[in-house]
């Protein structure tokens, strides 16, 4: 099969590959759309991760079941999200597998869906692998991961309708963020970030107020737009210092700072507006695939504000140069 593979910073190639072999306790699924990840495009540009074949934001059908699995068949609609835990640790002992300390994961430590096949390991419905209700597209589903973790951050906060928050960072997970904000009903949504497209896109995503942080300064405006209040919520989207010092400057007292970006970079930090302030400062990692799965399918959310490129598998080398540094990229697809 036809595969993106790999080859060191800024070099990533499609190639004929083997097919993937299916495990009994697998499946194999032909890959109908898969979206490239901010963590691919880490790997993308810092040389690490030879070899590997990107993919974990997907949907297609399963061409193949393994003996051992039970409850999918063959020509399913699916999203899937690949992990195998280790067997061995203190979580995998407990059967608490998904806390699993050593979990390999599919598109960086096997194989993922940049390529024409793909093949899951340990499938479940319901727990791993999720057929597609008919109102998904393949693009509406290869969207419910990414879609997912926004998802997860927002029910970790648990925002009411009284109350405002702040979406700093508009990549896809902000972005995302700002619908499942909206869905969930909450009063006023200030969004802050950088590009031109993506302060379009918050805009038609639900956001009230959407500042353009290349020119102005965007806790200044979020707290004079709120009376010098502050939000109840800051959600940090972006990993970096500067919007980490946002976030906790617009945060009001009592108030709470999602952290849900990759940082990069480690951050210098004055504790103490979180102390004085009375912050919570919490950790988002995790996803909800049947909310999301959901939340498309009752247009609550969708991928249509998102994806701006589509290219083929033979166009990937394109594809990550799109994603990596055309300004107007929000989220680009792979269409094997
Ligand atoms: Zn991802
Ligand atoms: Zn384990």
């Known amino acids: 099969m036809k595969a993106a593979v790999l080859h060191g910073a800024f070099d990533i190639r499609t190639e004929t590959v083997s097919d993937p072999a299916c495990e009994p306790h697998g499946v194999i699924i032909k890959v109908k759309s898969c979206g490239i990840c901010g963590s691919d495009l880490h790997y993308y540009r810092h040389d690490g991760h030879d070899g590997t074949i990107f993919g974990h934001e997907f949907s297609g059908d399963i061409v193949e079941v393994g003996k051992d699995v039970k409850g999918i068949a063959?020509?399913?609609?699916?999203?899937?999200?690949?992990?195998?835990?280790c067997g061995k640790c203190y979580w995998c002992s407990q059967g608490k597998g998904h806390r699993c300390s050593d979990m390999a994961l599919l598109g960086y430590h096997f194989a993922g869906a940049m390529a024409q096949y793909v093949h899951v390991p340990f499938a479940a419905p319901g727990r791993n692998v999720f057929p597609l209700p008919d109102e998904l597209s393949y693009e509406d589903a290869a969207s419910v991961e990414p879609l997912s973790i926004s998802y997860f951050s927002v029910n970790r906060a648990q925002p009411k309708d009284t109350e405002t928050v702040a979406v700093i960072g508009l990549g896809v997970i902000g972005l995302y963020a700002i619908q499942?904000?909206?869905?969930?009903?909450?009063?006023q949504i200030l969004a802050s970030g950088r590009r031109p497209s993506r302060l379009a896109a918050a805009k038609a995503c639900g956001a009230d107020v959407v500042i353009d942080?290349?020119?102005q300064d965007a806790a200044k405006i979020i707290l004079e737009a709120t009376g010098n209040m502050g939000v109840n919520t800051a959600f940090e989207c972006a990993g970096t210092q500067t919007t980490f010092d946002q976030c906790v400057d617009v945060a009001r007292g009592g108030g709470k700072v999602m952290l849900v970006g990759v940082y990069e970079d480690a951050l210098t930090w004055q504790p103490l507006p979180v102390i004085s302030k009375n912050l919570s400062l919490i950790g988002c990692l995790g996803g909800n695939f049947p909310a999301s799965i959901d939340l498309l399918k009752t247009g609550k959310a969708s991928a249509k504000q998102m994806i701006t490129h589509r290219f083929g598998l033979d166009g990937v080398a394109d594809a990550f140069r799109a994603q990596n540094s055309d300004p107007a990229a929000i989220k680009v697809m792979i269409q094997p």
């Open 74 to 85: 063959t020509g399913t609609r699916c999203t899937a999200v690949g992990f195998a835990p």
């Open 180 to 187: 499942v904000l909206k869905a969930a009903g909450v009063k």
């Open 213 to 215: 942080a290349a020119g």
